[in-house]
């Protein structure tokens, strides 16, 4: 099993509006490993924290959230492999933001899809 944390801490205070937006901290934490020879899983979290912002005046501010993805990848043999799995596994919703650019968020920060599943397979020749 592999498991890799990754913090990402930039020195520039949250942004949001119209020219974007980031969290002034954010972690991402991956757990991976292989359960038999021919599949592999995997753990993925994005912890993005809680922004004071103000637009227009108008103060405002959001919740920390957190993103789960799994997935899952099995070789079939030395030529195939099927892969699937699930991103933001529990739904978290995006934030509001008040000026955010779409959709009342900021997409550059939160997930605006939702729950979303995936297979895909592949070849090697």
Same mark, same amino acid.
């Given at each position: 099993? @592999?498991? %890799?944390?990754?913090?990402?801490?930039?020195?520039?205070?949250?942004?949001?509006?119209?020219?974007?937006?980031?969290?002034?901290? %954010?972690?991402?934490?991956?757990?991976?490993?292989?359960?038999?020879?021919?599949?592999?899983?995997?753990?993925?979290?994005?912890?993005?924290?809680?922004?004071?912002?103000?637009?227009?005046?108008? %103060?405002?501010?959001?919740?920390?959230?957190?993103?789960?993805?799994?997935?899952?990848s099995?070789?079939?043999?030395?030529?195939?492999?099927?892969?699937?799995?699930? %991103?933001?596994?529990?739904?978290?919703?995006?934030?509001?933001?008040?000026?955010g650019?779409?959709?009342?968020?900021?997409?550059?920060?939160?997930?605006?899809?939702?729950?979303?599943?995936? @297979?895909?397979?592949?070849?090697?020749?």
């Amino acid at each position: 099993m @592999i498991v %890799k944390f990754t913090p990402t801490i930039p020195t520039t205070p949250a942004l949001f509006g119209n020219i974007g937006g980031y969290s002034d901290v %954010k972690y991402n934490l991956s757990v991976y490993g292989d359960v038999t020879e021919d599949l592999t899983v995997l753990y993925s979290a994005q912890f993005i924290r809680g922004m004071d912002g103000e637009y227009y005046g108008e %103060k405002f501010s959001t919740d920390n959230v957190i993103y789960h993805n799994v997935s899952a990848s099995y070789h079939i043999n030395d030529q195939w492999a099927v892969n699937g799995g699930v %991103k933001n596994v529990f739904d978290a919703e995006p934030e509001e933001v008040l000026g955010g650019n779409d959709m009342g968020t900021v997409p550059s920060i939160y997930d605006v899809v939702g729950r979303n599943m995936f @297979i895909s397979a592949s070849y090697n020749f």
